[in-house]
């Protein structure tokens, strides 16, 4: 009997492949027809009957099958009944049986077709449906269309079977395949793995796979598929278009079973599956890329990250642990920002012990050991990169005023070797010029005696400018012997120091030494009576110190040292006009700063850094100046003509390349007005009022100067020259300041 039964079911299983290739590839090699309904009864004497009946139901059938060798895909035969067909059960417990039927009779409603008849002789009757026969009959089997049903204990009757019994089987097939092949009670619900973890994590793979009423699988989509299930989350359903539909299910964090169902179209899918929610065992896999130890910079709050394989709740233990906080989702911060200078882990070595705690929702927990190493931040570096650019260029600005300022000087030395003029027998014929005023030094040029062939001058000033927010004092002096080489020309040299001490441009409680040590070389001479020259040229050293702090605590100082070179020409022109003598001047003067490298040290928070290095770009800077000078007679003495009140005047352009103006070449112009008063009848002693003017794009300079010349000794050699000056310069002061300063000109035969 097993042998039997293996047979039968191996034939039926080559019978679905079969079908099922036919269906898929639409070959006309075998007709097929399904039917979920039915009953089984006796076949008696009484043709195309069938007695005390039990439905499929009853008997756990849940579908029967006929299929018959064809050419053309439909039932037929050449008898006028018994049409020979292979009949195929399928029972609820998943067993089929197949064996040989006859299509014999019908049962028909009207015209339309409610039962297929089918017969089978005694000697095939095992089908497993443990139905029990008379003796001696045959079984008889009715197939229900669609719509129709047969109850047990029943009798049905048919006619015989002819041709309009394959026409009618035929058109039902037909039917079938005209209408949605899709059914939902041969469709079924998988799912792989039946069991996952009640984690929330875990995720069961859910199938549909649609068949129609013949149980085959389709090959297409389309049709509107549903789930839900009890348990669990479900994803929304994804069409596969290959007939199969799929879906994903993930659990939940509760021990229990999920129910999957759908709709098909609509209509409640027959099969269902299920998936099993086990409790977890397993501890929480922790991923850390801290390998247990991690480096910090002081001064912040964040440390690291921690993920793990499921849902946890984190936490935290360990020595140091109340100095953390974590967050949900595994971020590890300290409470505050440590202090590596003041560390506060429990051994005070800055390294904080503390375990990393990961806790599923079945209390399955990992611990994780770690060290955070909190490493040293050099504060005083970071607020010193704050200012470094700034820094920078604030003294650059300084560096360039204090050489735009050297070179005003040494200009105004320039105008005062070519205001010499030849003496003259008739003291009532010689002129004056203005002396020339600076921030730095103020030197005079007014010397009548014309026997003295070698000349000694010395200046010693003090100046303080001022304003709301600055405030500079520059000492200066100077030694310059001068000696004639001819009638018509002159050569000089000196030393001049200078050392100022100021604010630093742009710091507030700052501090900027300047120690400057010149030498000049000059020369003049008259080329001829109406047309002059000179040239000069200096260099020395100029060092610089200063020192800031700021709200803070953070302190700095530094110093740097360069090399200043300035060189100039003038070349001077009288011509009359109207009977005026007027006086032009060309004025070219060049200057630059070899800059070494500046160093710095700065504290800030109980740190030091010493050593640092700032570099400076070098500064240059030119000056071209020309001016158009004349003298106007005021007054004068009746007695001898002498001028005893004279005002000269000067305008001119003035053009300037230097970081003031940001080094673009820019033009202004300058403005030079001189009162001179002369007292007493010879003339010796003189009142002045100078006034300067210049303006260039961004920087303006401003002098007013009121001084006296007096002359001394036997021989009225010795000069004294007091004098006040009130100066702006650059637009940066913006309240007029004043220097006094003190002259002696010694001169010697």
């Not at 605590?553 to 360069?562: A, H, M, Q, R, V």
Request: aromatic letters at 10%; glycine letters at 6%; proline letters at 1%.
């Amino acid at each position: 009997m097993c042998l039997k039964k293996t047979i039968k079911f191996f034939n039926f299983s080559i019978l679905v492949l079969f079908s099922t290739f036919f269906y898929s590839s639409l070959s006309a090699a075998t007709a097929v027809a399904g039917f979920s309904n039915g009953a089984i009864g006796e076949y008696t004497n009484a043709a195309h009957k069938a007695d005390t009946l039990l439905s499929f139901s009853t008997l756990n059938i849940t579908e029967a099958i006929i299929t018959q060798e064809s050419d053309d895909g439909s039932f037929g035969g050449t008898q006028g009944n018994d049409y020979n067909v292979t009949l195929t059960l399928r029972y609820s417990n998943g067993t089929s049986y197949s064996f040989d039927a006859s299509v014999n009779w019908r049962d028909t409603q009207g015209s339309t077709l409610k039962g297929i008849g089918l017969i089978v002789s005694s000697s095939s009757i095992d089908d497993g449906s443990g139905y029990t026969l008379s003796a001696g009959h045959d079984k008889t089997y009715i197939l229900a269309t669609q719509g129709f049903s047969y109850s047990d204990g029943s009798t049905v009757s048919g006619n015989a079977a002819t041709n309009g019994l394959l026409d009618a089987l035929n058109l039902y097939v037909s039917g079938l395949s005209a209408s949605s092949n899709a059914s939902p009670s041969r469709s079924t619900i998988t799912a792989d793995p039946t069991s996952i973890l009640a984690n929330g994590t875990s995720i069961s793979n859910i199938t549909v796979q649609l068949k129609d009423l013949n149980d085959f699988n389709l090959s297409s989509g389309g049709d509107t598929v549903l789930l839900t299930a009890s348990a669990g989350t479900l994803s929304s359903v994804t069409d596969n278009q290959d007939g199969s539909y799929s879906a994903t299910l993930t659990s939940s964090n509760t021990v229990s079973t999920s129910t999957i169902s759908g709709t098909l179209n609509g209509s409640n899918i027959s099969n269902t599956a299920s998936v099993s929610f086990t409790a977890d065992s397993t501890a929480p896999v922790i991923t850390d890329s801290t390998s247990g130890s991690s480096d910090v910079n002081e001064n912040q709050t964040a440390v690291t990250s921690f993920t793990a394989d499921e849902s946890v709740t984190w936490s935290l233990s360990g020595t140091d642990s109340g100095l953390f906080a974590i967050s949900s989702s595994g971020v590890l911060t300290f409470a505050s920002a440590p202090d590596y200078e003041n560390p506060a882990d429990a051994d005070t070595n800055n390294d904080y012990q503390l375990n990393i705690i990961a806790t599923d929702i079945y209390d399955n927990a990992t611990t994780l050991t770690l060290i955070i190493k909190v490493t040293n931040t050099e504060e005083v570096l970071i607020k010193y990169q704050e200012i470094e650019s700034k820094l920078q260029s604030n003294l650059e600005y300084e560096i360039s005023k204090s050489l735009n300022n050297s070179i005003f000087y040494n200009e105004s030395i320039l105008r005062g070797i070519n205001d010499k003029n030849t003496c003259y027998e008739d003291e009532s014929k010689t002129q004056f010029r203005s002396n020339n005023n600076n921030l730095n030094l103020n030197y005079t040029d007014q010397h009548l005696e014309c026997d003295k062939a070698l000349r000694l001058y010395t200046n010693i000033s003090h100046i303080t400018l001022e304003n709301l927010n600055d405030k500079t004092k520059t000492s200066n002096a100077s030694v310059i012997l001068e000696k004639d080489i001819s009638s018509s020309s002159l050569v000089g040299i000196g030393i001049i120091k200078s050392k100022s001490d100021g604010n630093l441009y742009g710091f507030d409680n700052s501090n900027l030494q300047i120690d400057t040590s010149e030498i000049i070389i000059y020369a003049h001479k008259n080329i001829s009576e109406s047309f002059r020259g000179g040239v000069y040229t200096s260099f020395g050293d100029v060092d610089y110190r200063f020192d800031f702090s700021d709200s803070d605590g953070f302190y700095l100082t530094g110093k740097t040292e360069s090399l200043r070179k300035t060189y100039g020409l003038i070349l001077t022109g009288d011509f009359y006009l109207n009977d005026r003598l007027y006086t032009t001047d060309f004025i070219y003067n060049y200057g630059k700063e070899k800059i070494d490298q500046t160093h710095l040290n700065a504290s800030y928070l109980g740190e030091a850094k010493n050593n640092l290095t700032l570099s400076l770009n070098n500064i240059a800077s030119r000056r071209i100046s020309l001016p158009l000078s004349t003298t106007f007679i005021l007054d004068k003495d009746n007695k001898s003509e002498a001028t005893i009140l004279s005002a000269d005047m000067s305008i001119g352009a003035l053009c300037e390349n230097s970081l003031l103006t940001m080094n673009e070449f820019s033009c202004g112009y300058q403005l030079n007005v001189d009162l001179e008063k002369y007292f007493n009848q010879n003339y010796k002693d003189i009142f002045y009022i100078n006034y300067i003017y210049e303006s260039v794009d961004k920087w303006n300079r401003e002098v007013v100067s009121l001084g006296m010349i007096n002359k001394l000794g036997k021989n009225n050699d010795i000069e004294i020259s007091p004098s006040i000056d009130f100066n702006n310069q650059f637009s940066s002061i913006q309240f007029t300041s004043f220097n006094i300063g003190f002259y002696f000109p010694l001169r010697y035969q």
